[in-house]
């Protein structure tokens, strides 16, 4: 699998810092700080565009750094970039800290993860299968 990026931000292109890392780090590319405060969200820009082969996706996930020094996370969890999105990446993250925190032009504030996609075909039915779990949600086994 071949990515493409073009890189208009102002940093270096975004590379996998050892070899065994899953995702490349991606930073903020911003004309002056951003001051957010506890539970402020924001769309931050990476000045990143990406190609990707069909039948992949890139996944925007939390830096986990970020999220234990800072209380930085990322509103939806992980953000998908579809293989045919050719817009400019940009992060949701939100402060779940008590404090104010500054997002500084050229931090790290994610990490994308390439991965694989199955598109299954789907079929409309009146009846599913009957497992053992049922339909045994949200803590049915206890904590």
């Known amino acids: ?8 931000s102002k940093h270096e292109m975004p590379e996998y ?5 899953s995702g490349i780090d991606i930073r903020a590319n ?4 951003i001051v957010l405060k506890p539970l402020e969200r ?13 039948g992949y996706e890139a996944q925007v ?9 800072k209380g930085i996370s990322l509103v939806n969890g992980i953000g998908t970039i579809d293989s045919d999105y050719r817009g ?11 404090e104010e925190v500054t997002i500084k032009d050229g931090e790290r504030i994610a990490q994308i993860v390439f991965m694989k996609i199955e598109v299954p075909q789907i079929i409309e039915t009146q009846n599913i ?8 949600g949200f803590g049915h086994t206890g904590l």
């Open 17 to 21: 810092k050892t070899k065994g890392a």
């Open 61 to 69: 996930r939390a830096r986990s750094g970020l999220a234990i020094k």
């Open 30 to 33: 911003l004309e002056s700080d």
């Open 129 to 136: 299968s009957e497992t053992e779990r049922g339909d045994g």
């Open 88 to 98: 400019e990446v940009k992060v949701i993250i939100i402060n779940l800290s008590n």
């Open 42 to 54: 924001i769309l931050v820009p990476t000045g990143l565009f990406l190609e990707m082969e069909e």
């Open 1 to 8: 699998m071949k990515v493409k990026i073009i890189n208009k």
